[in-house]
């Protein structure tokens, strides 16, 4: 059985998840932010068995810790073929301007839009949704959408950032209309809600 575990990290107060199985405790880690030696004691403490590491976009305050945690658990990096420079340099992710720059290694595994990821014991698609970054993805497992910074509880991302784009979210945010009202959408900050609601109350999904 599927779960999902929220770990919120950060100064900025990120939304870690880790999607795993209950029976086998294999899991995947997404948007691991700022604190890293906390989520690998989360992780460890719950005996689960990371296998992939996933970036929603390339953000400093989603991916502060990535290089860490992949070392920790000697795990492959999986994000969009966009995210490559943006990971890579710190203006780009932003992270020069809050003081700490960052430059996250290449990932091991580049993923594109319509991309169906495959583990033994779950698959999810991935959506390309470019406009808070060039980027930007949304994670779809059976029951739930994982929306990184593109679409949240209420709101959507911001896109007055370098590479944002206001026409481009908006076109993405049409992919999302088309998905399932039954899902779960797991943002990444604050809380989560459903695509239902936010087809119903967000004034971007209306
Ligand atoms: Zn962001
Ligand atoms: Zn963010």
Redesign the pocket.
Known sequence: MLKIKTIVSGQIQVNCYIVYDADTKAAVIIDPGEEGDKITSEIEKDGLKPEMLINT?G?FD?ILSDDQIRKHFNIPLAAHTESVPILLDPQKNASVFFGFPVSIKKPDILLADNQVVELPWTKFKVIHTPG??KDSICLLFDDFLITG?TLFAGDI?RTDLADGSYGQIIQSLQKIKQLSPSLTIYP?HEESSTLDFELKNNKYLR
């Open positions: 976009h953000h989603h808070h970054t910074d991302g990444g």
